[in-house]
């Protein structure tokens, strides 16, 4: 059986084959740690094919992260797009986006490649990160703040706003990054298809409750 997979491997592309094995090595260890040799060697290519094919570490670093984007499955952006097409309320829209880019960042598999290559560059960021965060994080920052936006209203400042974005995205990297840690000291939470629902559910509820809070206090603000 192992055979047949690396015989199957071996059949794709090269190019993909390297795009796949440095995702993975860039998402679980990070870009220092994910060296070329080891990127070439999960791949079953000579070191001289990223050379070839990319030029560079970095710019392999940046392809894989269109790579992976191109893999996943819902994003928080294609949610909250149909959600809007469907004309749901506000806060049904930040609900189901943020559900979307927990359960992405959480779950195991290339469909999740992408946000937990997001959830690396933001606690590890690298040479690249002004590119990366033009092609990847930007948008995401400005999906959120529209839909935060949308949920709060227009009495809260903007430097609030984007506070709230980073708390509610902040929460999604902290369990994704802490995983270890939960197993430790609070096995209860799992990460299997239901743990990882629940622990989307409870992100989206507490960041909804915390922002009707702020929502009040701003407008009675606004109305004093």
Known sequence: MKQEKESEKENEPARARILQAAADLFADEGYKLASVRRICEAAHVNVAMVNYYFHSKEELHLAAFDYARELARASAAD?????????????????LAIEALVS????????????????????????????????????????????????????????????????????????????????????????????????ARHIAAFSLAALDGLRRQYATQAGA
């Open 104 to 199: 992405d960042m959480l779950r195991s598999g290339p469909a999740s490649l992408f946000s937990r290559l997001v959830a690396r560059e933001l606690i590890e960021p690298t040479a690249a990160i002004h590119k990366l965060a033009e092609r990847n994080v930007r948008p995401q920052h400005a999906l959120f703040t529209g839909l935060i936006r949308g949920v709060v209203g227009e009495a809260m400042p903007d430097e609030v706003v984007q506070k709230c974005v980073f708390s509610v995205i902040g929460q999604a990297v902290f369990y994704a990054r802490s995983r270890i840690v939960h197993e430790l000291v609070v096995p209860e939470i799992t990460y299997d298809e239901a743990g990882i629902a629940d622990i």
């Open 79 to 95: 949610v909250a797009a149909a959600s809007a097409r469907a004309q749901l309320p506000p806060v049904e829209q930040l609900r």
